[in-house]
């Protein structure tokens, strides 16, 4: 069974579902109607005992294909909910099912026809178990992690907290492009995160730290609250105000928050030493664990052009 969309009812037990698996909030309902604000047709997929999240993503030439993010699969026992999904992928006309799963591992995905390709959600993560007091935390830290936040604390660095209002996007906006430049990285639209941000409704929030100095911002992050698990999604900084260590202060006053509001984990959304060793670095200043995922992967529904798509894929 599957639906285009979701009364109250049925919008808070898909959630229970979710967090009841320790799933991701790429998963949520929420998630849904943001990737439909986008402009996205979302299907709901839901039996007994399993459910995903789907969205159509249009190709040229009225070609399409279908991608489930973070979906909790269970092979070889669970191969039916898999085909549920693939049924669909067929009635849509879709090229390939995309999925980027847990629960399963790449040789049960491909006994049954899939493919690995390139990630779009993090591969891997490192995550720290919030079941400790603050102070445990604190001391779990790498040392020089440690004397940086005390640092940026000296200095006069003060964070707030705040749900979405526009002058404070605008501020996150800014420092996101200039880190942006900087780096030499892509980001997404303005219209992507002004609309990400503004989700607030029942067990899925969002909140923008900002980093001040003498009033004036220098850092800032995005940080999801889901069920149970805090995610770090998105940040950057005034690189003016390097030796101010804000972002080790807002990451600690994240963590906090994140004990305060409940959640059981801390996600710092990616973690590759050698894609990224600064970040990655960085982030492993706050303990923690690795977690791997077993990878995106495609399952070709029209095979002809399955690779007409990878061939313009590398020219692109």
């Not at 779009?120 to 919030?130: A, E, F, S």
């Not at 830290?141 to 705040?162: C, D, P, Q, W």
């Not at 995005?222 to 998105?234: D, P, Q, R, V």
Request: hydrophobic share 35%; net charge positive.
């Amino acid at each position: 069974m599957f639906k285009s969309g979701l009364n109250e009812t049925e919008k808070t037990e898909w959630n229970r579902f979710v967090i009841g698996q320790g799933g991701n909030f790429l998963q949520s309902w929420q998630w849904g109607e943001f990737q439909k604000s986008l402009g996205k047709n979302v299907f709901y997929l839901k039996n007994n005992d399993w459910q995903a999240l789907a969205i159509k993503h249009d190709l040229p030439l009225g070609r399409n294909y279908l991608y489930s993010p973070r979906v909790q699969l269970r092979l070889p026992g669970g191969k039916s909910s898999i085909e549920e999904i693939i049924n669909l992928t067929r009635k849509e006309k879709s090229i390939f099912l995309r999925i980027e799963p847990v629960g399963t591992n790449e040789d049960e995905l491909k006994e049954i026809g899939f493919v690995k390709t390139k990630d779009i959600q993090p591969g891997k993560t490192l995550v720290l178990d919030l079941g400790v007091t603050k102070e445990e935390l604190f001391l779990k830290m790498h040392e020089k992690t440690r004397y940086n936040i005390g640092l940026a604390e000296r200095k006069g660095v003060k964070i707030r907290k705040a749900k979405y209002n526009e002058n404070d996007f605008e501020i996150f906006w800014k420092i996101m492009n200039l880190t942006a430049k900087r780096q030499g990285i892509r980001i997404f639209s303005k219209e992507y995160y002004r609309k990400e941000i503004q989700i607030n409704d029942g067990d899925f929030k969002n909140f923008l730290f900002i980093a001040e100095f003498d009033g004036k911002p220098i850092a800032v992050n995005l940080l999801n609250i889901f069920g149970k698990t805090a995610t770090y999604l998105h940040g950057g900084s005034d690189n003016k105000y390097r030796s101010f260590m804000a972002p080790h202060l807002l990451q600690w006053e994240q963590i906090k928050e994140a004990k305060t509001q409940g959640c059981q984990i801390y996600d710092f959304w990616g973690y590759d030493e050698q894609k990224w060793p600064g970040v990655s670095r960085f982030k492993r200043g706050f303990g923690g664990r690795e977690v791997v995922y077993p990878g995106c992967f495609d399952y070709p529904i029209d095979k002809k052009w399955f690779s007409i798509y990878k061939i313009a894929r590398k020219i692109m």
